[in-house]
């Protein structure tokens, strides 16, 4: 079957190009109702602008797309900042695409892949255990950053690099921390879905509690909203204001990212608990918010700008075909700061 194209769009909706074209670019100039019309016959036939239509007769067209799940989370923000920079060093355009929660960030590059003719993909934050028939669909080199380690594992033969700490091992480092100042009431925050981050951060938690010979309280690992940003401050605030409602006894709290251990903190407050004396709050990125808030937040603290570095750098020495695909271990660093400390009713 030919390729759908903007001409085809046009003479389906009964208008002209132009028209089509001023309702993808969302120009104020178009009657709401034949936008509407245009934007379902978009949907409904597949279409996919190109609106790279202007370069197809450039060979040296230089684009990397970089795809963040959890946009919100402040440690993105960093790293996105550092690719940027080094992507505009190396004259190349950048991409940044937003992937909603609900959506499949395979799927996304797919089109992207093809509406902007990209280089090379950057993944940030998101679910990684797709089939290797579907991440082989891909055509350029890509690097899942910020992910746990086994993924290789799961995709087979496909050639991919991954660059991430290993968050199940720093996990365990946190909760037996905690575990070591007396605190065997650990509350964790987590995400319920399939995204490794939060199961991988988890898995070291228990072992954590199965390496000291301690039952894990189960009704403590308490999952954040799945219907707002699963890793914003509001939803680390409303998750634990649930906990500390519910009555159940907790001396600490460990949250799987520092923007959810901001939103606790709050709540603990709110309750009219002191931190840490009555309620240790722990952490997970190192982001600088956390240096800075009252209390000063103990955390897992990622080498964000060597791991943004080593991403980029990579992705175009591969590009370049002057490097293969490597997977990289980062080590991180427990930070340990004013929010936490010994438990007192233990």
Known sequence: MAEITIKDIAKQCGVGISTVSRALNNHPDINPETKNMILKVIEETGFIPNNSARNLKRTDAKCIAVLVKGITNPFFSNMIQIIEEETQRNKYALVLRHVEAQEDEIDVALELEKEKRLRGIVFLGGKFEHSEEKIGKL???FIFSTIGVSV?????????SNIAVDDRLESEKMT??????GHTRIALITERSERPIGRLRMEGYREAYAKQGLTVPEELICY?????????????????????????KVTAIYAVSDSLAIGACRAVLEAGKRIPEDISVAGYDGIEMGEYYNPKLTTIKQPVEEIAK?????????IAERKEHQQIIFPAQLVVRESTGKCTEC
């Open 176 to 181: 037996a921390y905690l575990l070591g100042l």
């Open 152 to 160: 290789a594992d799961r995709i087979g033969k496909v050639e991919f």
């Open 139 to 141: 055509n350029v080199p």
């Open 310 to 318: 080593r991403t980029i750098r990579l992705l175009l020495d591969v």
């Open 224 to 248: 954040v909203q799945e219907d707002i940003d699963h890793y914003s401050m509001e939803n680390g605030y409303l998750t634990a204001k649930k906990l500390l409602e519910s009555g159940e």
